[in-house]
């Protein structure tokens, strides 16, 4: 069965960091985009950060350029979001994505195929 699984959320105080991973299971992330997203509760999924199928073209929302890093191993079949510099809004539950086909801007969920159930990332005091 297709699965992706995120983990490495949780609570850090504000300036703190989180690595989080997206793991695949049942088949090989080498061939998709990856995109992350995150929601904060009350509102909709935004698009944080992107990386092509070969790792050549990377993306960040402007609100994490400069904290947040993208890169995959793909011979560990993972992809992972460095995040540095952490701030309270950047609070919510981070989601994977999986991409096959480039029909839709990188930062729209709809664009998306499969997803991982998400993992908690608190930034708090």
């Known amino acids: 069965q297709l699965q992706l699984v995120e983990s490495g959320g949780g609570l850090v105080q504000p300036g703190g960091s989180l690595r989080l991973s997206c793991a695949a299971s049942?088949?090989?992330?080498?061939?998709?985009?990856i995109g992350w997203f995150r929601q904060a509760p009350g509102k909709e999924r935004e698009g944080v950060s992107y990386i092509s199928s070969s790792g050549g073209s990377t993306y960040y929302a402007d609100s994490v350029k400069g904290r947040f890093t993208i890169s995959r191993d793909n011979g560990k079949n993972t992809v992972y979001l460095q995040m540095n510099s952490l701030r309270p809004e950047d609070t919510g539950i981070y989601y994977c994505?999986?991409?096959?086909?480039?029909?839709?801007?990188?930062?729209?969920?709809?664009?998306?195929?499969?997803w991982g159930q998400g993992t908690q990332v608190t930034v708090s005091s």
């Open positions: 994505g999986v991409r096959a086909r480039r029909t839709t801007g990188w930062h729209m969920a709809l664009g998306y195929d499969y």
């Open positions: 049942a088949f090989t992330l080498d061939y998709y985009d």
